[in-house]
């Protein structure tokens, strides 16, 4: 497979041609071509430019607003709310950040909730930026139904996502993201296109029966949630945060109102920041974290979560990004009216 070698500027600026060519403004495309230039830099290859038809779809349909205008609200004193104006996340939540710290700051814990957005990225781009200001921090969001529940033999939940992320002081935080579900739904989109099978316990196919397959599992098929009912149950709760709290569609509305163009459909993210300074510990909170965090680290065969994220966005600094050319061709095709 033949690739191009890129850097993380050319990468956001073809986001912002191809989105803005279809009907974006260059706030919006900009918000966008950030996240998805991060996802390729740090090698999360399913949530970057593998992710443009959905973007590119979900404007010529009509279902994303391009010109979309966030608006941020403080709804309490620790609470936030940002309303998206139906356009994608990413502007939203660079709108609503500072709102959600100063929060935090102010009261120890706040809460954001982020409505009328239409989320497709990974969530850790917008935690990291949050735990670097020196909060910790929890970002949740929902999708269409992808998941079976523990026992049942039909989709109903998202793949609901969460991540969490932890300040450390002068080094990068540790942000962890992952899916409820037993893999995200990209990384068996990826295996499809790819021609890879996947492991058993990821999905089921369109009869309830177990596959590797990663196509018969998109096809009328379904992911299982990992550790059975225990990833279950967390996307029941993801569900009840992010729909159930700020009043946006559950998995199963978004699917009945969504005009199924493969762009993302429209919903709600929530997201908590918290200040470690205001707990009671301000003085040692960080050094006695660091202790747990080494004595993790310091363990044969232990990972600390975001680590090969950093390692890869050391090594796409130093020696590009490589994409795929068939990918990069399918991308600059975006550039061109659509017919």
Known sequence: MSETMMTEHDIQQLVEDCLQANGCNAENAAAVGRTIAAAERDGCASHGLFRMPGYIASLRSGKVNGQAQPTVTRLSSSVVKVDGDHGYAPLALEMGR??????????????????????????W?????????????????????????????????????M???????????????????????????????????????????????PTTEPQKIIDGGALLPFGGHKGSTIAMMIELLVAGLTGMDF????????NNDGG????????????????????????????????????????????????????????????????????????????
């Open 264 to 339: 993302p459909p429209n919903g709600g993210e929530f997201m908590l920041a918290i200040d470690p300074n205001r707990f009671g510990d301000a003085d040692n909170w960080l050094q006695h974290s660091e202790s747990f965090l080494e004595r993790l680290t310091g363990m044969e065969g232990a990972h600390m979560p975001g680590n090969r994220r950093y390692a890869n966005r050391a090594k796409s600094a130093a020696e590009g990004i490589a994409v795929s050319d068939t990918l990069l061709a399918g991308c600059k095709e975006f550039l061109k009216p659509a017919v």
């Open 125 to 161: 781009v917008e935690v990291e930026p949050i735990a670097e200001a020196g909060c910790c921090a929890m970002a949740f969001t929902t999708y269409k139904p992808a998941v079976v529940p523990a026992g049942a033999k039909q989709p109903l939940f998202g793949t609901n996502p």
């Open 98 to 123: 500072q709102a959600l710290i100063e929060a935090a700051r102010e009261n120890g814990i706040a809460a954001m909730a982020l409505v009328n957005v239409h989320h497709f990225a990974a969530l």
């Open 251 to 258: 998995s199963f509305e978004a699917q009945k109102n969504d």
């Open 163 to 209: 991540c969490f992320g932890w300040p450390r002081g002068d080094q990068p935080p540790m942000v962890f993201d992952q899916a409820s579900a037993s893999m995200a739904r990209g990384e068996v989109m990826i295996a499809a296109r790819d021609g890879h099978d996947v492991p058993l316990g990821t999905g089921v196919d369109a009869d309830g029966n």
